[in-house]
């Protein structure tokens, strides 16, 4: 592995630049999207996959370019704020905490275990108080379960997008015919501004083909792409974010890889307004 210390320019073979480098030259710089999305590439690496992606194939950067989106956007969604918890969950916590013993009397002399509690509770005086409330939700968490369900998994739960759709008041379901069979159903929420989007009976695309999702702008601009669907993706929901200037969802057959404009006729197209 190459030393934290060492310059560009005396990089020991097998280092990851020189990975780098190999997958260039072997046309796979589409693998290399990932690393790219989340400047995990040093600069000069960086240049090399640009200068790469700017004479390649339109299919070849078509397809990377959407891997990086997808990946950032993986990431940006990870990240998502915390909704807040249910108006009772603190009366919940409480009623679950065990009961506090009875007081004893007070003694007139203190010995050794009086003494560890005083020094207990003057460090207990010293920590910042943000540091007292982060032990107390540290502590709280460890002890406490809704329902079987985890405070940490409560908040995860609420943070998937598509629980954030699915669980959305304003949440409404509509189905459209999918050429070739099956339907595509979409669980629409505008207050989310997003839609999940469901394959159901959909046969797999064409050898060498992907079905591919588009946003059509209601002001008539270019599509959009929000995805490949290849035949294991098919059996998964996808979350489709940004549906508000959007008139409808589309659905093409593309080139394994995607494509940067749709190839008309589409096999879908799903209305988003009420």
């Known amino acids: 592995m190459t030393e934290m210390n060492n310059s560009e320019g005396n990089r020991r073979p097998g280092s990851f630049g020189d990975a780098v480098a190999t997958d260039l030259a072997s046309g796979r710089a589409v693998e290399l999207a990932e690393l790219y999305a989340l400047d995990a590439v040093t600069d000069a690496e960086r240049s090399a996959i640009d200068e790469y992606i700017s004479s390649a194939t339109e299919a070849e950067r078509s397809s990377f370019l959407e891997r990086v989106r997808q990946a950032r956007e993986t990431l940006a969604t990870t990240f998502t704020a915390e909704e ?3 108006v009772d969950l603190f009366a919940r916590i409480a009623s679950q905490l065990p009961a506090q013993p009875t007081p004893q009397p007070k003694k007139t002399t203190m010995d050794g275990d009086d003494l560890s509690v005083l020094r207990q509770r003057r460090e207990e005086r ?25 405070v940490g998994a409560y908040i995860a739960d609420q943070n998937d997008p598509l629980n954030q759709v699915v669980r959305a008041d304003d949440v409404r379901e509509a189905s459209v015919d999918v050429s070739g069979g099956g339907t595509a159903t979409l669980l ?9 989007v469901k394959m159901n009976g959909v046969p797999a695309p064409p050898a060498g083909k992907v079905y591919q999702m588009w946003l059509i702008p209601k002001d008539g601009s270019a599509p959009v792409s929000q995805g490949l669907m290849d035949e294991a993706a098919l ?14 969802l589309g659905i093409t057959v593309e080139p394994v890889g995607g494509s940067a404009v749709p190839t008309l006729p589409t096999v879908a197209d799903a209305a988003l307004g009420a």
Do not use: N, T
């Not at 910042?128 to 985890?150: D, E, M, N, T």
């Not at 629409?188 to 999940?196: E, G, L, Q, R, T």
């Open 188 to 196: 629409i929420s505008p207050s989310k501004d997003a839609a999940v």
């Open 126 to 150: 010293r920590r910042p108080a943000g540091a007292r409330r982060w032990l107390a939700g540290v502590a709280a968490a460890a002890v406490i379960a809704l329902g079987g369900v985890g």
């Open 84 to 86: 807040e918890p249910p």
């Open 235 to 248: 059996s998964k929901p996808a979350v489709v974010k940004g549906i508000a200037s959007a008139a409808s």
